[in-house]
Every structure is written in structure tokens, then in C-alpha cells.
């Protein structure tokens, strides 16, 4: 089975078509969290991520929308984004975003935003981190998002965990030891590349790809000015971080 893995999208239409259009084909799309927040168009990517067969889990700006989490958590801009969304997002899509489950588990693989062990919340920007949530998965490999930042970690027979650079298309086969991957982020990119950040993933071969894509960024930031977004959040899309 194909998947394609996004994460982070973040409200970003304009990126979520392009990379749907450069995966091509696929049989599941999985979702990582932080379907909204930031971006414009918030209603249009929970329609798109629903009219493919998908599996999906929440994120710490889908749970700020609904009210699930403390805005005074958030920074000033992210808070008005969240504020803006809570506003813009209709009932039938609020409800499809409360009842998403926190954590997944197909097969091979675990979902979590996050962490494993915090789902919601937990940054794994650094190996020492990753190896602290090795026992709160039980499967090989744990996708997760919330840093926006492409990244494998992966840990040795001891559990002692090293952080590598993913190489775009390039399917790496992890048919053994444990693993946790990032796919980066589809909406707002941080590792100063613009381009949209994915993954593809055959869950027969465990293999994992990443992948990038421009996207036309200009239209999403017209849409935020139009919806009087705050700047720093359209301007850092074009800088990629
Ligand atoms: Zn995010």
C-alpha cells in the first residue's frame, strides 16, 4: 500500500494541491495534524484532506481552534491566526477536527503530531529527545510532525538514537531497528526551504521518500492579506522557516 504523508499543512491550499498533484498516485492519505492554523483557507483543506481516503490525527493549532488548548500557549500571531480560524471554520468542520483520535496505528507504524509521548504538544527537534519516546511506541516506525522540519531519527540496538538529513527522492528501505521520521511541513516549511515537504511511503517495503515541491506561494499570501493575516506570517512563507 501507498501512502502519501503530509503534515502541517496548516490551512496552506495552494501547497496541499501542489503536493497532491507531484504524488500522483497513492492509495491513503495520512495526516499528521495542524490541518489549519496560520494560513487562509482552512475549510477548503479540511474538504480536500476528506474527499481522499484518509487517516488523520489533530494537532496542537486544530485543538486551539477548538478551544481544546490555552491561546495564551500560542504566540501573538499564532494566536490571531488561531482566532481568525475559530471565526472562518464552519460547524460540520470544527466537529470533523474534534473527533480526530490523538494517536494512530497501522501495522508498522504509529501517527502522532508531536511526539509519542506527548502527541499534542512534544518537539522532537534533537536525537536525545527522540530516544526518551522509544518506549511510548510499540511499533518500527513513528511518523510525526510539529517541528516543520524534515528529519530521521534512528536508534541502535542500544537505543542509542542518531538525527540524519532525509535526501529528497530517495526511498530509504527500514525494514529493521526502530525508527521515528518527520516529513516536514506542507504549509509552512522552517528548514529555509520554501518548497512544500512530503512523504511517500510503501508500507509492504518500509520504504520512506521524501519529497519537495514548489508551490505558488504568492497566491497564498494574497489570500492572507486579504483576510488580513498578521505579516509576519505571510512574509516567512517565501523565506521558508
Ligand atoms: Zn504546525
Given at each position: 500500500m501507498r501512502a502519501l504523508v503530509v503534515s502541517d499543512i496548516h490551512a496552506n491550499l495552494e501547497a496541499f494541491r501542489a503536493v497532491l498533484e507531484d504524488a500522483t498516485s497513492f492509495d491513503e492519505l495520512w495526516c499528521l495534524g495542524d490541518i489549519v492554523g496560520y494560513g487562509p483557507e482552512p475549510n477548503g483543506c479540511i474538504d480536500l484532506l476528506?474527499?481522499?481516503?484518509h487517516l488523520s490525527i489533530p494537532g496542537n493549532h486544530d485543538w486551539g481552534v477548538l478551544g481544546k488548548l490555552d491561546l495564551d500557549d500560542f504566540n501573538a500571531d499564532a494566536r490571531?491566526?488561531?482566532l481568525w480560524t475559530r471565526d472562518a471554520l464552519t460547524t460540520n468542520r470544527r466537529r470533523f477536527l474534534d473527533?480526530?483520535?490523538?494517536?494512530r496505528e497501522m501495522g508498522d507504524v504509529t501517527l502522532a503530531h508531536g511526539s509519542p509521548r506527548y502527541p499534542i504538544w512534544e518537539y522532537l527537534l534533537?536525537?536525545?529527545?527522540?530516544?526518551?519516546?522509544?518506549?511510548?511506541y510499540a511499533t518500527r516506525i513513528c511518523l510525526v510532525g510539529h517541528t516543520h522540519v524534515p528529519v530521521l531519527f534512528s536508534a541502535d540496538d542500544d537505543d542509542h538514537v542518531d538525527a540524519y538529513?532525509?535526501?529528497?527522492?530517495k526511498p530509504l528501505v527500514l525494514r529493521s531497528g526502530r525508527h521515528i521520521l518527520n516529513p516536514g511541513s506542507v504549509g509552512q516549511p522552517r528548514d529555509g526551504d520554501?518548497?512544500?515537504?512530503?512523504?511517500?511511503?510503501?508500507?509492504e517495503l518500509l520504504s520512506f521518500e521524501l519529497r519537495r515541491v514548489a508551490y505558488p506561494v504568492a497566491r497564498t499570501q494574497d489570500r492572507m492579506r486579504?483576510?488580513?493575516?498578521?505579516?509576519?506570517?505571510?512574509?516567512r512563507l517565501e523565506l521558508g522557516w
Open positions: 476528506r474527499s481522499f481516503e490571531a491566526a488561531n473527533e480526530l483520535p490523538e494517536k534533537y536525537a536525545s529527545t527522540a530516544a526518551l519516546n522509544l518506549p511510548y538529513a532525509l535526501e529528497e527522492r520554501a518548497r512544500a515537504s512530503y512523504m511517500l511511503v510503501d508500507t486579504e483576510q488580513h493575516l498578521p505579516a509576519r506570517l505571510i512574509s
